[in-house]
């Protein structure tokens, strides 16, 4: 791999993961404000508990994003290896964050506010079957979600682990 191929493929990484922060930016801070205005609305206790902390959770996203996929940017007079070095470490960065993104992402507080909303409906559906097949969408949709997050999680965390040992490689090639 050249080295014009490594600053190519570090532009295209720093332009698509500012896309995907800002994607995540803006979804976080539109999830807070719908959890918000939701907030506002809620008359039970522990939905209201709820839906302010999924509030939270898209303003905690938000920053999470801004902290961790948001790229830095190298130095104008960078040399070749500040350079490499500058994009495995932003490589490894983002593959820290997908390494921990339960944490990172606040999923944690995600799915508790979301117990904490949709419990008191599921325990009073306990009683007749039939109200208990109205959260047969929400299940599915959990179960769709997952079997698309894990594979999904570990290719990308595979992907990039490569291109860090490729760039690993290409550094000590470098030196020799």
Known sequence: MSMTEIRGKAQQRRRR??????????S???VCVFFAWTFARANELLARAGVGLLSLWGMYVAYQAYRWIWPGRPGPDATVSTSLEFYRSELERRRDYALHIWRRAGLT???????????PGLI???GSPRLLLNFAPLFALLAIWLAIFFPKRKRRLRKLQQEIDELRTFETEGRS
Do not use: D, H, N, P
């Not at 993961?17 to 803006?26: D, G, K, M, V």
């Not at 799915?111 to 949709?118: E, Q």
């Open 124 to 126: 009073k559906s306990l």
């Open 109 to 119: 507080f995600c799915f508790l506010g979301a117990a904490m909303v949709v419990l």
């Open 28 to 30: 976080g801070l539109a």
């Open 17 to 26: 993961a500012r896309l995907e922060a800002l994607i995540e930016i803006t």
